[in-house]
């Protein structure tokens, strides 16, 4: 089915350690989104890319980096995590028109 | 910047009882609004969303909601709530113009009581 796919599901993760957050889409949408979801604080942006090879920080940038891979692929990796990391991420993306498609979301726990 | 407002966190409605939850919205261009429902442990569904047609939009499940622009609010109603209606729910803003980003609001957790 098209849509938005991340990897992995579920993840823990050591304080210190590293990871990459796969998103892959589809659709052939030019823009793609980071959030990160967090009780009572809703869906906040960590960093999008309106087009191929661009990208750009969002309202909760720090300690995050990403990579627009190519038109459908981009990636989310945290360099050194931290226990304010955990959160649930989620991954969308944004053709021409209005419709946004969010992936299913990848659990994090970072103890 | 675009930006979201719900009040109210949690909000409680008995079953069969009017569903009403309040978005205000701040852009400084037209707006496209969107309200979207979160099942627990689940991702995003699309409800229903505003792009400048029609003002009473009509989404799934019986939901609908009004744009008013005079008093920028996207206030989301059901006639009638049912046990199956206990989930999140969260107001976007996005637009047409700039970079599309999709700003949300805090989220309303409904609970449904029999």
């Known amino acids: 089915n098209a849509g938005v796919t991340q990897t992995p599901k579920f993840q823990v993760l050591k304080t210190g350690q590293s990871m990459t957050l796969q998103c892959a889409q589809d659709?052939?949408?030019?823009?793609m989104y980071w959030y990160r979801q967090d009780p009572g604080m809703g869906l906040r942006l960590i960093y999008y890319?309106?087009?191929?090879?661009?990208?750009d920080k969002g309202e909760v940038p720090n300690g995050y980096n990403v990579s627009r891979l190519n038109k459908r692929e981009f990636s989310l990796r945290l360099e050194s995590a931290a226990p304010s990391q955990t959160s649930v991420y989620f991954c969308?993306?944004?053709?021409?028109?209005?419709?946004?498609?969010f992936g299913s979301g990848t659990r994090l726990t970072v103890v | 910047a675009q930006s979201v407002t719900q009040l109210g966190s949690h909000v409680s409605v008995s079953e069969g009882a009017l569903v009403l939850l309040r978005c205000n919205y701040s852009?400084?261009?037209?707006?496209?609004l969107f309200w979207y429902v979160q099942y627990p442990n689940q991702g995003l569904q699309l409800l229903l969303k505003?792009?400048?047609?029609?003002?009473l939009v009509k989404g799934i499940n019986g939901f609908e909601a009004e744009f008013k622009k005079s008093e920028t609010s996207f206030h989301l109603t059901k006639p009638s709530a049912h046990m199956s209606d206990a989930a999140e729910y969260f107001c976007?803003?996005?637009?047409?113009?700039?970079?599309?980003?999709?700003?949300f609001g805090k989220g309303n957790q409904v609970v449904v009581i029999p």
């Open positions: 969308a993306s944004r053709g021409t028109g209005d419709g946004y498609t």
């Open positions: 659709m052939n949408h030019n823009s």
């Open positions: 890319s309106a087009s191929e090879g661009t990208t």
């Open positions: 852009s400084s261009v037209p707006p496209y």
């Open positions: 505003y792009t400048s047609a029609a003002t």
């Open positions: 976007a803003v996005s637009s047409y113009y700039g970079n599309n980003r999709l700003a």
